[in-house]
């Protein structure tokens, strides 16, 4: 069985602070996708990433960076310089690899703060 | 020009009625799922059809019905709705295949039952 655990129910920032967001899984699949998804307060959810297992290059796109260690299971989220607009419920997500329908194993979210 | 849509955005109702959510994509995807966001945030699978055909029903009560016309719709339809209905359900769309199957997530529809 597939699990996500995202450990921090809720975290609060001061703007321009950096902030990191945790990601735990469990999978006995030796391929997998892993995901990052934002829900922000107006309620929808929006793609922001996905890694398959065997690529353990880190990503950056803007302020926003990924550190995947299959090592430790882990695939954390970094917001540098935090902004007000980050605010947010972030979800981490786990698919298997193969196949088509692939269900998404989400995490119980991290409340994002940033205030200023 | 909104990608995955679902109609209503809002679904107030009482116990014991029977009500439909609408999902259309315009991705092109052939893939569809109906995931339910309980009041603690918590996402998880219902539904997923591929091409018409069901693919994926998670231990839904069969009160819940998906239905799929065609590869760009999936209708959700409740009977005899519960309070512990009462959610935030979403619509998604991807395409199936090994590396293809970024999900994208419609507004959801915010169901209450009184």
């Known amino acids: 069985a597939q699990k996500v655990t995202q450990a921090q129910t809720e975290i609060s920032v001061v703007e321009k602070e950096d902030v990191t967001l945790d990601c735990v899984y469990e999978t006995r699949d030796t391929t997998y996708y892993l995901f990052w998804y934002k829900q922000p307060p107006s309620g929808e959810l929006v793609f922001l990433i996905r890694?398959?297992?065997?690529?353990?290059q880190n990503e950056i796109s803007g302020r926003y960076s990924w550190n995947f260690q299959k090592s430790t299971s882990s695939f954390n989220f970094t917001i540098t310089a935090s902004q007000v607009v980050d605010s947010a419920v972030y979800f981490c997500?786990?698919?298997?690899?193969?196949?088509?329908?692939?269900?998404?194993?989400f995490g119980t979210g991290t409340q994002l703060k940033v205030e200023l | 020009d909104t990608a995955v849509s679902q109609t209503p955005k809002y679904l107030v109702t009482q116990m014991g009625n029977d009500k439909s959510i609408k999902c259309e994509q315009n991705l092109g995807h052939d893939t569809m799922y109906w995931y339910k966001q309980d009041s603690k945030k918590f996402l998880k699978i219902m539904f997923s059809y591929n091409n018409k055909e069901l693919i994926i029903n998670e231990t839904v009560p069969n009160r819940f019905s998906p239905k799929s016309p065609d590869k760009a719709h999936l209708n959700l339809h409740i009977n005899s709705l519960e309070l512990g209905d009462s959610a935030v359900y979403f619509c998604a769309s991807s395409l199936s295949g090994t590396g293809k199957n970024i999900q994208y997530f419609g507004a959801g529809t915010r169901l209450s039952v009184l």
């Open positions: 890694r398959n297992s065997f690529d353990e």
């Open positions: 997500a786990l698919s298997k690899f193969t196949g088509g329908g692939n269900k998404l194993t």
